[in-house]
């Protein structure tokens, strides 16, 4: 019966031969050479058994040459040459392979075609293309090397002749098609590796170029906070100097009284002036390690110590006609945050009370821990003119500000709701024309009893 042969080993471009097998090949080669050495032990102690003393004692010894291969090449492997330890299993495979069809002829073979022809073949896929190619076409003529032995010991009989030249044919034809089939496999397999190598390059790329755009946003985002405390410190500024001028003229008066005093009266004076100096020194303090450009570095705060420490600096923002108040509600938790940017979260807020409340008004700050335990609350609301609900959704954007040129930059709340976020909390601005302005800020907490355990 007529038989088509299929396509011809071609493909999309050529591949090489790998200039390594990789882990999980060797790890194929190492299985295929245990079977395939195993294998034909087996089968030649079989038909041992079978023929017993009628034994062709071709048969161990072809068998007998398999394992040895088989164990040549497992060494190599072993000794790192796995690719020269595959091509010397392709080319022992198809000599004692030849051997055997030029004298057993290729009848004999037919049961066990597949698997002495499916190893030899899938290595030299592995190798390459060109590999692959010659053990094809070395194969074919084994097989009409076979088919000729098993012609001649029948005497070129027409019938068996026939029954030959069809065994040639569909053997032909299986390992052309095998052989295709495995080309196109395999290297299919090796393209997507490479493409697979390829995308891991370019992800680890992204991920670099990720990590710098973070560490520069960083980096952004500590120098807005530095720049939002130098601008609350410049506001400051005033309440400041009016505080130096009480403390110098308390100092001049207590020189003064030195002066005219002796014994007990002066020595009360001196220690007078010493402490006037000590509160001038913690003020200065304060102020430079509020104004300080440091690296965010985050601990464990009191947060209602913290912000009950904070009243005599938010006293400084306002005037006599704003009544400040600060109430800590004795809550006793913990919050994971940078004390020094919690301040300038604090101040930048009631800065901004101060200025949407220019005839005076109410300011507080309250610190509350609701029915979840594992959060407080930070609630900073003022009775000032509020902001149109337009305003309100975009406060939080960065550098959107309604003050006019050079007199504000937008950073406040959207530094604010960055600060905070990054600890883990959110943050929620309700406002309204007219009726003033709430900051909710919600941050998880640590209990006072896990911290101390």
């Excluded at 937008?410 to 990054?422: D, E, F, I, K, M």
Aim: aromatic share 4%.
């Amino acid at each position: 019966m007529p038989v088509s042969a299929p396509p011809p080993l071609t493909g999309p471009r050529p591949v090489a031969v790998p200039q390594s097998l990789g882990r999980h090949t060797e790890t194929l080669l190492r299985g295929v050479l245990y079977m395939v050495g195993i294998f034909h032990l087996l089968m030649a102690g079989w038909t041992a058994l079978r023929m017993g003393l009628g034994l062709d004692l071709m048969v161990p010894f072809v068998a007998a040459l398999h394992a040895l291969l088989c164990l040549v090449c497992l060494l190599e492997q072993r000794a790192g040459r796995a690719l020269r330890a595959a091509a010397v299993f392709v080319g022992g495979q198809l000599i004692l392979l030849t051997v055997a069809y030029a004298y057993w002829g290729l009848a004999a073979q037919l049961r066990l075609q597949l698997v002495l022809l499916m190893p030899v073949m899938l290595v030299a896929a592995v190798l390459g293309r060109r590999p692959l190619a010659w053990t094809t076409v070395w194969v074919c003529l084994l097989i009409v090397v076979g088919a000729w032995v098993d012609a001649a010991s029948l005497m070129f009989q027409s019938d068996r002749l026939l029954a030959a030249v069809n065994d040639l044919v569909i053997c032909v034809f299986g390992t052309l098609l095998a052989a295709w089939l495995l080309h196109h496999s395999v290297t299919g397999l090796r393209e997507s590796l490479q493409t697979a190598r390829q995308h891991s390059r370019d992800l680890a790329r992204k991920r670099d170029e990720l990590q710098l755009e973070m560490q520069e946003k960083e980096r952004s985002r500590d120098q807005l906070v530095h720049a939002m405390k130098m601008e609350n410190v410049g506001r400051l500024a005033s309440g400041i100097a009016h505080d130096f001028n009480h403390l110098l003229a308390l100092i001049q008066s207590y020189i003064a009284k030195a002066r005219r005093s002796e014994g007990e009266a002066l020595a009360a004076a001196l220690q007078g002036g010493d402490s006037a100096v000590r509160r001038a020194t913690a003020v200065s303090r304060r102020l430079l390690d509020f104004s300080r450009l440091e690296d965010s570095r985050p601990q464990l705060l009191d947060v209602a110590a913290t912000v009950a420490g904070m009243v005599p600096l938010l006293q400084q923002v306002f005037d006599n006609r704003v009544q400040c108040e600060v109430d800590s509600g004795q809550v006793q938790c913990l919050i994971h945050f940078d004390p020094a940017q919690l301040e300038s979260i604090l101040l930048s807020l009631a800065v901004n009370a101060h200025q949407a409340m220019p005839d005076g008004g109410q300011f507080s700050v309250t610190v509350a821990q609701p029915s979840r335990i594992d959060e407080v609350v930070l609630r900073v609301t003022d009775s000032g003119h509020g902001m149109s609900e337009e305003v309100r959704a975009r406060c939080l954007e960065p550098f959107f500000t309604t003050k006019p040129m050079g007199q504000g930059t937008g950073l406040g709340l959207a530094v604010t709701a960055s600060l905070v976020q990054a600890a883990g909390g959110h943050i929620h601005v309700e406002s309204g024309k007219g009726r003033g302005t709430q900051v909710c800020i919600r941050l998880p907490t640590r209990p006072l009893a896990a911290v101390q355990a």
